[in-house]
Structures are given as structure tokens and as C-alpha cells.
């Protein structure tokens, strides 16, 4: 089975932009859960959707943002950005009736 | 509120000198306790979950545990491509999402 996917792999933007990331979960995995992970925070829960519906969300302002679609896949969204959202993006996905979620390669994103 | 903290924060070994990374955790209604390894510029690669005290998992050189309180990641001999950074996490029954501690980064020696 393929892994975990996330496009792209590296983003660079500036101030004030916004970005949209993606994650294709495992295939036949419903739940994707995203986290920002950073030198000093570690790992972050953002938020998590299973079957298109949001059920947990992290401690993060509403310039973060998801969706996820009938496929399963998902997509975060950041408005306008600021220095302080340079991180490493992580999506990971969970079996329906499972605890363990799997990780994709992540999205690094520099904000300048 | 959920807490994970893990120690050592880095831990250098020799090549086959075995040692313990340790995980302490409180959590209102354990779920699971999941072991990750990160290699850097990488996502997390998933190890083990460990649901109950008592309860024990092994692969390779790699044994982990879990009672009340804690959990434990045994390396056995370890080899320089051990190296990496162990994260540990904790799921409680209410929600889906893992709270992680800031990992242990081990680098062995040849």
C-alpha cells in the first residue's frame, strides 16, 4: 500500500500570503489528522476530519483552516501568513477502527 | 491536561551498548502510548502502540513497555542506523489527537 502522500514537499512564501496544502491519506484510511511541528513547540495537534466532518481542533487561530473531501483526501489552508508559521507540516492518517495514525513525509514551509 | 515528557533529551551510545529512552505521561483516560521514530527533514515512522500496563512489543532491537506512569523504549545493541529522534505520544479516550513529547535524539557511535 502507498504511504502517506503531501504536496508539495517545500513551499516558500512571504508575510501576509496565504497557502493551501494537501494530504492523500492511506488509501481506505478516513481520518487525517494535520500538526505543525517546530524547533521549540515540537508537534502540534492543528485539527483532525473524518468522513468530510472536523471532530477535534488544536489551540490555533482561525487563520488555520481544513477541509476534507469525499475521497478522503484533505487540504489546510493559512491565511495570512506570519514569520511564526515556518514549521514542518505533518498529515497523518487512521484506519476507521484504529488508534495509530501514519505519517506522510511532511510539507516545509518557510515564510520570509 | 494531557502531559508527555520524555528524557533524555539526546543520549549518545556506543555501537552494542544498550540503553533505555524514557516516556512519563499523565492522561485522564489512557487510549494509547505510540513510539515514532523521526529521522531528520522526515515524517514520523510509526513503531509501536501500547494500550494497557503491563503490556510489552518488540521489533528488531527495539523492546518497548508500559506500566502506569511511564513507558520505555529498550535498544539492544544498537547500530549507527538507530540513530534518530524517538518521539512517544499519548491518546486519551476522549479525542483523536496524540499529544507528543520533544522526543529523545539518540546518535550511535561506530
Known amino acids: 500500500k502507498a504511504g502517506v502522500t503531501q504536496t508539495p514537499r517545500y513551499l516558500i512564501k512571504t508575510r501576509g500570503q496565504q497557502v493551501t496544502l494537501s494530504c492523500s491519506p492511506i488509501?481506505?484510511?478516513?481520518?487525517v489528522s494535520w500538526y505543525q511541528q517546530t524547533p521549540g513547540q515540537g508537534l502540534q495537534f492543528l485539527f483532525e476530519y473524518f468522513s468530510e466532518t472536523q471532530r477535534n481542533k488544536g489551540n490555533f487561530p482561525g487563520r488555520f483552516s481544513g477541509r476534507q473531501f469525499s475521497n478522503s483526501r484533505s487540504e489546510m489552508n493559512v491565511s495570512t501568513l506570519e514569520l511564526g508559521d515556518s514549521a514542518l507540516y505533518l498529515c497523518?492518517?487512521?484506519?476507521?477502527?484504529?488508534?495509530?495514525?501514519?505519517f506522510g513525509p511532511g510539507t516545509r514551509l518557510l515564510v520570509l | 491536561e494531557d502531559q508527555v515528557t520524555q528524557s533524555p533529551e539526546a543520549l549518545r551510545l556506543q555501537e552494542g551498548e544498550s540503553s533505555s529512552l524514557n516516556c512519563s505521561y499523565t492522561v485522564s483516560g489512557l487510549r494509547g502510548l505510540f513510539w515514532y521514530r523521526q529521522d531528520p527533514g522526515k515524517g514520523p515512522e510509526f513503531l509501536f502502540t501500547l494500550y494497557s500496563a503491563g503490556e510489552e512489543k518488540e521489533k528488531e532491537r527495539l523492546k518497548a513497555t508500559l506500566t502506569k506512569k511511564e513507558s520505555f523504549l529498550h535498544i539492544t545493541a544498537p547500530k549507527p542506523e538507530d540513530s534518530a529522534t524517538y518521539l512517544c505520544a499519548v491518546r486519551n479516550t476522549g479525542f483523536q489527537k496524540l499529544v507528543f513529547g520533544t522526543g529523545t535524539r539518540l546518535l550511535v557511535s561506530p
Open positions: 488509501s481506505g484510511h478516513r481520518s
Open positions: 497523518a492518517s487512521t484506519p476507521g477502527d484504529q488508534e495509530t495514525q501514519y
